[in-house]
Structures are given as C-alpha cells and as structure tokens.
C-alpha cells in the first residue's frame, strides 16, 4: 500500500478538518491520553465538549491519536491493528 505521509507538526490539521476526519465518530477516542495537555486539563475525568476538543487538537497536535490512516472513505486514528489490517486490504 503507498502511503502519503503528513507531519502534523509542520502542517496542522484545522478545526474543520479534524471535524471531516473524526465525522460522527466519539472525538474523545481520539485524543491522545499520553499528551501532557491532556493529563493536565484532567480530560479523563472532565472530557471537554466536542468543539474544545477540536480547537485543543488543532493548536496542539500531539494530543490527537496516531497513526492517521486514511483509504477512500475509511478512516483509523490511533493504533489499531486489526482497522489496519482491513483498510490495507
């Protein structure tokens, strides 16, 4: 499978793009537990709303899971190896 790569950190995601990218799906699935931000801000205990969420990620990259994988309609974020399996198929 090619793969195009994105550095986050060179180039982040908008608001509105993380919100195409996370779509319907629950948007606290995909912030990274692992980030400072979100250990700091206690988001286990008290997640933020949808739009924070998305306003946080967008200024702090490190704090959306990874990988990113995108394949026509399918989208994984964060390690998932059986999802991975299935989109490279």
């Known amino acids: 499978m090619e793969l195009e790569e994105h550095d ?3 180039e982040r995601l908008t608001v509105k793009q993380l919100d195409a ?6 948007y606290l699935d995909d912030l990274n537990p692992r980030n400072d931000l979100y250990r700091q801000r206690r ?3 008290r997640p933020p709303g949808r739009d924070e ?16 994988v995108i394949r026509g ?16 198929q």
């Open 8 to 10: 986050l950190g060179m």
């Open 21 to 26: 990218l996370i779509g319907p799906l629950n």
């Open 43 to 45: 988001m286990k205990d």
């Open 53 to 68: 969420a998305l306003k946080l990620m967008a200024v702090e990259p490190n704090l959306i899971r990874r990988p990113i």
């Open 73 to 88: 309609t399918q989208t994984i974020l964060g390690y998932d190896e059986e999802g991975l399996r299935k989109i490279a």
